[in-house]
């Protein structure tokens, strides 16, 4: 059974930091592409970071110079390492796991994060 679950989540002051962590099924996190997305209240669910098998990474304007995504494969898990926070980030995060070889995405629960003003 394949598995994705994140952790991390909670609330933060404005310009504070978190670690968001997601930890995926071992057959599955060594063919993927893994991602994190995120939805706020009344908006659709948008790509925050990427990153590729081979430790390519791509992000979201919003959050350019702010967050960071990383993977260790040797513990099957994709980081988000989000500094100077800001309330607009306030949303669901979801871990994605991409097994584009089988055009299969595996999504986790979510984890909430709220930055307060």
């Known amino acids: 059974q394949v598995q994705v679950v994140e952790s991390g989540g909670g609330l933060v002051q404005a310009g504070g930091s978190l670690r968001l962590s997601c930890v995926a099924s071992?057959?599955?996190?060594?063919?993927?592409?893994m991602g994190w997305y995120r939805q706020a209240p009344g908006k659709q669910r948008e790509l925050v970071a990427g990153i590729t098998r081979g430790g390519s990474t791509n992000y979201a304007d919003s959050v350019k110079g702010r967050f960071t995504i990383s993977r260790d494969n040797a513990k099957n898990t994709v980081y988000l390492q989000m500094d100077s926070l800001k309330p607009e980030d306030t949303a669901v995060y979801y871990c994605?796991?991409?097994?584009?070889?089988?055009?299969?995405?595996?999504w986790g629960q979510g984890t909430q994060v709220t930055v307060s003003s």
């Open positions: 071992r057959s599955i996190f060594r063919i993927s592409a």
């Open positions: 994605n796991a991409n097994a584009e070889v089988f055009s299969r995405e595996y």
